[in-house]
C-alpha cells in the first residue's frame, strides 16, 4: 500500500514556516471566497435595491445556524484521520475518509428539507422587516439546495487537510469564487434576477468546488485517502470517533450561530439600512475570522498527528506558535479595517444610511478583533487533545451567554446601535480569559500523565 507520498511531513521540521505554509493557502482561499461571496451584497447594494441587499445580509446568521453542527463534525473528521496518520493506522485512515463522505451526504439531503420547511417561520421569529420577509425567504430556500455540495466540498478538504495538503481545497475555492462572481453580475445586472440570481449563483459555485475535490480524493495517489465511491458507508468505530469530537463542536457552532440570530434579531429592529450596513460590515469581519479559522485548522491538523505519534514537546510549542500567528496577522487586518472603514463601506453601497451604519459595526466590532484568536486556537488545542466539551461548555456560557444576558438586561435599557454592538469584545474577552486558562491547566495535565 502507498502511504504518505503526497502528504508533508507535520512531525519534523520548522514550525513557524510549516505553519505559515499550511495556513496561509487555507485563509487565502477562505478569503478569495469571501471576498467573491461578497460580490453578493455589492452587486444586489449597486444594481438592486437595499432590500435585496438586507434580504442576502440577514441570512447570515441564520444559514450559520444550520450550517455549524455538521461543519463541526468535520472538524471530527480532521482530528480523527490526523491522529490515524500520526500512529501509521493507513487501514483506520480508509475507513475514516469514506464514512466522512457518507456523512457529508446523508447531511446535506437532511439540511435540504429542514432548509425549506423552516426557512419562513424562523426569519418571521427573527422579526426580518416586512419589507425584505419575502426576499429573505426567496434566498434561504435557494442556497439550501447546495447543501449537499457544501457538506462534500467541507467534509472532502477536511480529508485533505488532515495529510496537510491546503493548496487544492484552495484552488478549489477559487475557480468556484471566479464563477460565483462572474454568475452574480450576469444574473443580477443583465437579467435583473436580483435574490434568485445571487442564490444561483452560489449553489452553481458550491457544486463547482465539491464536484474538483469529489475527482481529488477519487484519483488521490495516496491508498489510504484514496475515496472509492461505490464503497462509500458508515464505520461505526470511526463515526464514533469523530462524532465524540465533532458534535460538541458544531453545537458550539450553533449555539454561538445562535447568539447571533438574537442580535440579528435586535439588528433587525433598526430597519432595513442597518441590517443591509450590518451585513457589510460583517462582510469585513469574515475575512478576519477565516484567518484566524485557518491558523486553527493548522494548530489542529499539526497537534493531532503529533501527539498521535507522542511529539509532545511538539505539540506545545505548535499552540504557542499558531496563536501567535493568528494574533499578529489578525490585529494588522482589523487595523486596515478600522481606519479604511469608510472606504470599505463605500464598495458595497452608495447608501449613505446604510455606509453610516456599517462604519459603525466596523470600528465597534473590528478594532478588537484580536481577542477572538485567544478561545479559537486554545478551542482548537484541545480538540486535537481529545476535549471536545469542555471548551464548548465554556464558548456557550461566554460567548452566548453573556449576549443573551446583555440585550435582555443593558440593551434594553439603551436600544442604541453602538450598546448592542459593544457586547461583541465584551463576550470575547470574558470568553477567552476562561478557555485560555482551561488549556494551559488541562494540557499540562495531559502532558505529564502521558510523560
Not at 461571496?37 to 441587499?53: C, L, M, P
Amino acid at each position: 500500500m502507498s502511504t504518505k507520498t503526497e502528504a508533508p511531513d507535520l512531525l519534523h521540521g520548522n514550525l513557524f514556516k510549516q505553519i505559515i505554509v499550511f495556513a496561509l493557502p487555507l485563509a487565502i482561499s477562505s478569503i478569495l471566497q469571501q471576498l467573491f461571496n461578497s460580490i453578493d451584497v455589492a452587486v444586489v447594494g449597486k444594481f438592486a435595491t437595499s432590500r435585496d441587499q438586507a434580504a442576502v445580509g440577514c441570512n447570515g446568521a441564520l444559514i450559520n445556524l444550520f450550517l455549524n453542527l455538521f461543519i463541526g463534525v468535520s472538524v471530527g473528521a480532521n482530528v480523527v484521520i490526523a491522529n490515524y496518520i500520526g500512529q501509521e493506522k493507513y487501514d483506520k485512515v480508509k475507513d475514516a475518509v469514506h464514512t466522512a463522505i457518507f456523512i457529508a451526504l446523508i447531511s446535506g439531503v437532511l439540511l435540504i428539507v429542514v432548509g425549506f420547511i423552516l426557512a419562513r417561520p424562523v426569519l418571521t421569529l427573527m422579526g426580518t422587516p416586512e419589507d425584505t420577509l419575502d426576499l429573505g425567504v426567496l434566498y434561504f430556500r435557494i442556497y439550501f439546495v447546495g447543501m449537499p455540495a457544501i457538506m462534500i466540498y467541507n467534509f472532502g478538504a477536511a480529508i485533505l487537510r488532515s495529510t496537510g495538503d491546503t493548496k487544492r481545497p484552495m484552488y478549489c475555492l477559487i475557480l468556484a469564487g471566479v464563477i460565483n462572481a462572474v454568475l452574480n453580475m450576469i444574473l443580477v445586472i443583465v437579467f435583473h434576477m436580483g435574490v434568485e440570481g445571487v442564490g444561483i449563483a452560489t449553489v452553481f459555485s458550491n457544486i463547482v468546488s465539491a464536484s474538483i475535490i469529489l475527482y481529488i480524493l477519487c484519483h488521490h495517489k495516496d491508498e489510504m485517502i484514496h475515496l472509492n465511491l461505490s464503497k462509500i458507508k458508515m464505520t461505526r468505530p470511526e463515526l464514533k470517533k469523530m462524532l465524540q469530537i465533532g458534535i460538541p463542536s458544531g453545537i458550539q457552532g450553533m449555539i454561538f450561530s445562535l447568539s447571533n440570530v438574537f442580535v440579528q434579531s435586535a439588528i433587525n429592529g433598526f430597519g432595513s439600512d442597518a441590517v443591509a450596513g450590518s451585513a457589510i460590515g460583517l462582510y469585513c469581519e469574515l475575512f478576519m475570522y477565516f484567518t484566524v479559522t485557518a491558523f486553527n485548522q493548522a494548530v489542529i491538523t499539526f497537534i493531532s498527528q503529533n501527539f498521535g505519534a507522542k511529539n509532545y514537546d511538539r505539540c506545545k510549542k505548535i499552540y504557542y506558535v499558531g496563536m501567535a500567528c493568528s494574533m499578529g496577522i489578525t490585529f494588522v487586518m482589523s487595523m486596515c479595517f478600522v481606519f479604511g472603514r469608510g472606504i470599505f463601506a463605500s464598495l458595497y453601497t452608495s447608501d449613505p444610511n446604510v455606509a453610516y451604519y456599517a462604519g459603525l459595526r466596523i470600528l465597534y466590532i473590528d478594532t478588537l478583533y484580536v481577542i477572538l484568536s485567544s478561545y479559537e486556537i486554545s478551542s482548537s488545542a484541545l480538540r486535537a487533545l481529545g476535549y471536545s466539551m469542555t471548551p464548548a461548555v465554556f464558548m456557550i456560557v461566554g460567548i452566548c451567554g453573556v449576549r443573551l444576558t446583555w440585550i435582555y438586561t443593558v440593551f434594553q435599557k439603551v436600544k442604541s446601535f453602538e450598546v448592542l454592538l459593544s457586547v461583541y469584545p465584551i463576550s470575547w474577552a470574558i470568553t477567552g480569559i476562561v478557555v485560555v486558562t482551561t488549556y494551559i491547566i488541562i494540557s499540562r495535565r495531559v502532558y505529564s500523565r502521558q510523560d
